[in-house]
């Protein structure tokens, strides 16, 4: 059974960190690109961060840069996504995703495999 599960969300306040990871089962890890994707009440899914198989390629959307750092531990089957400077408007619930190509994509349509997602609110 393929299973993303994500962990480390919770309530912050603004300015502050949290850091969520997605660990894998069922599926061999290192020969799937990874992301995360975010989704606002009343909002669409947005593409946040994606990483390639090999960890060596990321792709971060423009409010991620510079506040959002992702990594990959493919020993561990996980990809942990560490976000400073946490703002109000960074409140969503985030999903795990994984695609069986060398490299991520912004489309979420691409991923075949979905986390039941992490919740993150920031309040200001």
């Known amino acids: 059974q393929v299973q993303l599960i994500e962990s480390g969300g919770g309530l912050v306040q603004a300015g502050d960190s949290l850091r969520l990871s997605c660990t894998a089962s069922?599926?061999?890890?290192?020969?799937?690109?990874m992301a995360w994707f975010r989704q606002a009440p009343g909002k669409e899914r947005e593409f946040v961060v994606g990483?390639?198989?090999?960890?060596?390629?990321?792709d971060y959307e423009d409010f991620a840069k510079g506040r959002f750092t992702l990594s990959r531990d493919n020993t561990k089957k996980t990809v942990y996504l560490q976000m400073n400077s946490l703002k109000p408007t960074d409140t969503a619930v985030y999903y795990c995703?994984?695609?069986?190509?060398?490299?991520?994509?912004?489309?979420?349509?691409?991923?075949?495999?979905w986390g039941q997602g992490t919740q993150v609110t920031v309040s200001s």
């Open positions: 995703a994984a695609r069986a190509f060398p490299v991520t994509s912004r489309r979420s349509y691409d991923y075949s495999t």
């Open positions: 069922g599926l061999t890890f290192s020969n799937y690109a």
């Open positions: 990483i390639s198989r090999s960890g060596i390629i990321t």
